[in-house]
Each structure stands twice: as C-alpha cells, then as structure tokens.
C-alpha cells in the first residue's frame, strides 16, 4: 500500500537529510513523500491518488525505524548535495565496498564523519561519484549494500 | 548440435525480405553488446571518456547519441553499470522511446503499458527528465522487481508501477502510451536459442489474439491528441500489421503516422500476407531486419488518436 507520508514521518526523514547531511528540504519540492509500508518513505510525483493498484512509486529514500537509513539509490541520485558524513575510500577499499565487503577507514578516508549512515564516495580524475549508503562505526564501514546491487568491478 | 531455423520459418519470411539469406545468415549469429547512455545520471560525452580511460572500445550508432555497441564482454564490470549511467540493452529496444521522443517531451502522463523489466520506462523517464508521471505497467508480479530495481538504479522518480492485467486496466486517459506488446520474439533468435527452440506457428497465432485485446485496450486509454507506439520484436505479420489493421477496423480515429530515423536501415510494413490484404496505412510501420543495422528484429508502428 502506498500512502502520502504523515506530517511526522515527512518530518523526521527531512529534518535528518537536513542535519545529518546537510541537504536542504527545498530541493525535494517538485516531488511528494509517500510511505510504502515497513517504514520506507518515497519520493515521487504529486497528484497520483486518482490511480488505482499501485504496487510501488519513484524512489526509495530511506527506511525509518528507531533511526532514519538513506538508501543508496537516494544517494546515487541526490550525492552531489550531501554537505557531510561523506567518506572517501581508497580504490581498493572502494573495490570491497562495491563487492558488499566491510572494510576500515584511516584518518583522511574518514574525511572528519561522525558514527551513522554515511555516503561512500569516490573520486578519479575530476569526476566524483557518488555510490552509495555505509554504515560508519569503530572505524570500520559496514557494508549496507542490497545484496542484488552487489558487484565485482573492474573498471573503475 | 548447432541450433537451425525451421524451413516452416524460412518459407514465411522469404517473402517479405530483400535478401532472405543474409536474414537467415544473421539470425545464426550473436548480435553486438550494447548500452544506451542514462541521460538522468550522465552524459554521453562523460561515458566516452571513462570508457575510452578503461581502453574499453565503444562505437557510436549513426541515429543516436546515446546508443554505443561493444565488442568488450565486460561492460557489465564498469563502474558506470554498477551506477546506472549505462543500461545494457539491445539497440533496437532503444527505438520505440526514440520515435515518440518530441510526443513525450510534451506529455504530462504517459503509459508503458507491458514495461518490465524497465529497458524503455527508464529511457523514456529520460526524456521525460524525471518530471510529469511515467505509469510502468507489467501484468507479471515476478518481473515487477526487476522494473522497480531498474528503475531506481537509473534514478527515476517520476515512476508509478502497477501490477495488472492492461486488459483491465484502470479507465485514465495518457497524453502517450507505449504497448511494447508480448510477443513470439522471433526477433530476439540471434540473443537467445530458447527463442528458436520454442518457435511455432501456433505460438504467433496465440500471441496475436492476445495483442488484438492489448492494443484496444491500450489505444482506448489514449486521450483524443495523443500518440501511442505499438512495438514488437517479432517478424510475424499476424502480429504486427495485422494487429494494426485490426485496430484500424475497429478504431476508425486511429492513424497512423509516418516514423523516420535517420542513419537507421528500415522496411515499410507489408500490406499483403498469406491471402489478407491490409489496409494501405499499414506501409507507415517499419520493420527492422537484423541483417539491415546488425541487430535483432524489431517491428514499430506509431498511431495517432484524431481529435
Ligand atoms: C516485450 S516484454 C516488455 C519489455 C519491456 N517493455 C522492456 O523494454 O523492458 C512484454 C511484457 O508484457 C507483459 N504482459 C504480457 N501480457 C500482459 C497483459 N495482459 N497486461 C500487461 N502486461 C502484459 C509481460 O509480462 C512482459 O513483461
């Protein structure tokens, strides 16, 4: 069932992009909340109520439960606006993450984040991607990757 | 044992194609990889070089920016795939979306009516730049996942995805629809041998009752103006232009509109076949034979609601 998101819901997943990463609310403006069960929150276009059957719309932002977990789609999608919480692993550790490995951050990787859901970053020459979702703790990135999302890149 | 085309295949086609041979000849062999640029998350120009980095060989097409062969069996190992800036697929899969690209551009509402696993909903959410509403429709739950993951990966948001049979589709009207229809898929025998394996006659009649009922369906669902494109990737007339003779018959505001691709190599659709005679709108269709741009088969016709 997909539902427009409750005030609060809407809220608390704005108000964590806001504060965890920096993203303003505004940027989401053309686009409407919807909650799909099991606490995932979508964004998608306004004025489809008049639809009937809808198995699922747009893209899946985040999942809340006790704590809000961006998606990695969200953050292919909407990377060049996170502010914060960014890492920056090396090639090789980049190569594990993509695989669905954890892996340890030094110093600089952590790029100043703070424990939490963070964005895995990588940069090549003057392009910055922007790959997904990690959670960061002790050091370390547990890997939070979809499983069918997983893969062994070569080029890169 | 090498697979071999049924002689019942060969005795219908020989007729409506220049050069029966080559056809056949071709059906024998792999088709080239490809992948089409996704517009929502790159560009072509950033692909080029990243590839061109990787020393990956890609060359361009003549009617698209953003469609590339490859003889490289290892585009699926980029960085690019695993991002959605690339989607492997089959250049003549790329066409439908392309030939109603500007009907697209101006629609606030479109349908793609049988849409998994996503190939053309992702491209036409592409042009569609993420705004208005893209409805991907699939009656089939199992490929409904792999529409939805393809669809997020490509970073689409203007989607909405039903589950459901169109023949009972919901009535809303679409300022554009694509039918990309169920078919025989003799079109796809070079990619796939099960496709060949499973080839009968009676299997083209089946679809073709099937896709009388779609195409209705799908044109009564098309707001007076607007424009639907009815696709297949199959050579069975009993398919492709007889299904829009049949439309025609049964819709008389229903025209047809002429489609031109340039640097693409296309036949007219045939207005005779087996005994029937189509209406003369017919010719308006394209075929694509693989031998012509070394590809699979596909047939496209473009029709338009009169006002
Ligand atoms: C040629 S495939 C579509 C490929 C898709 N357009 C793409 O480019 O990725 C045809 C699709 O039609 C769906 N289909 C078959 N019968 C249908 C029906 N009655 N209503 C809706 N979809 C149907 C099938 O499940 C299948 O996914």
């Known amino acids: 069932m997909i539902e427009n998101c409750n005030k609060q819901e809407k809220l608390l997943v704005l108000e964590y992009l806001k504060e965890r990463f920096g993203i303003e609310a505004d940027l989401f403006s053309n686009y409407e909340f919807y909650s799909g069960g099991q606490g995932r929150v979508y964004l998608a276009p306004s004025g489809i109520s008049n639809i009937q059957k809808i198995v699922t719309v747009g893209l899946s932002v985040a999942r809340t439960s006790s704590t809000v977990k961006p998606t990695t789609n969200f953050f292919q999608s909407f990377g060049s606006f996170v502010k914060k919480n960014i890492v920056l692993p090396s090639k090789e550790k980049t190569l594990k993450y993509l695989k669905g490995e954890d892996f340890q951050l030094d110093e600089l990787e952590m790029n100043s984040s703070t424990e939490g859901y963070v964005m895995i970053q990588y940069k090549s020459g003057n392009n910055t991607f922007f790959l997904g979702c990690g959670l960061f703790q002790n050091n370390w990135i547990k890997n939070v990757l979809p499983k069918e999302k997983r893969l062994d890149i070569k080029f890169i | ?52 980095e990787y020393g990956l060989k890609i060359t361009g097409v003549p009617w698209s920016n953003g469609a590339f062969t490859t003889d490289s069996l290892e585009i699926g190992s980029t960085l690019e795939h695993f991002l959605g800036h690339i989607y492997i697929q089959e250049l003549s899969s790329m066409l439908p979306p392309i030939i109603m690209q500007k009907e697209i551009e101006q629609s606030h509402l479109v349908l793609d009516a049988c849409a998994a696993p996503g190939s053309k909903s992702t491209q036409i959410s592409a042009i569609m730049q993420n705004s208005g509403t893209l409805v991907a429709n699939d009656v089939d739950y199992g490929r ?26 919901p009535n809303l009207q679409f300022d554009s629809v694509l039918l990309d229809a169920p078919c025989s898929a003799e079109g796809t025998i070079r990619k796939s041998y099960s496709a060949l394996k499973l080839w009968s006659e009676k299997k083209v009649f089946g679809s073709a009752k099937l896709q009388q009922q779609l195409i209705t ?38 025209k047809l509109e002429n489609i031109s691709i340039e640097g693409l190599k296309y036949s007219h659709g045939i207005e005779d076949w087996n005994g029937l005679k189509f209406s003369d709108e017919v010719r308006k269709a394209i075929r694509i034979f ?18």
Not at chain 2, 5 to 32: G, H, N, W
């Open chain 2, 1 to 52: 044992m090498d697979p071999v085309l049924p002689q019942r295949f060969k005795e219908r086609y020989s007729s409506i194609v220049d050069d029966p041979e080559a056809l056949f000849t071709c059906l024998m062999s792999m088709p080239p990889k490809s992948f089409r640029v996704n517009t929502l998350k790159t560009s072509a120009e950033n692909v080029k070089a990243r590839f061109n």
């Open chain 2, 144 to 169: 409904i996942r792999a529409l939805k993951f393809n669809l997020e990966k490509c970073g689409v948001l203007n989607s909405v995805i039903i589950n459901q049979d169109l023949r009972y589709f």
């Open chain 2, 217 to 254: 369906k799908a044109y009564d669902l098309l707001k007076p103006g607007g424009v639907m494109v009815y696709s297949t990737c199959t050579f069975a007339p009993e398919e492709d232009e007889a299904i829009i003779d049949w439309l025609i018959q049964k819709r008389p505001d229903a």
């Open chain 2, 290 to 307: 693989p031998h012509y741009n070394n590809s699979e088969g596909f047939f496209l016709a473009k029709v338009k609601k009169n006002d």
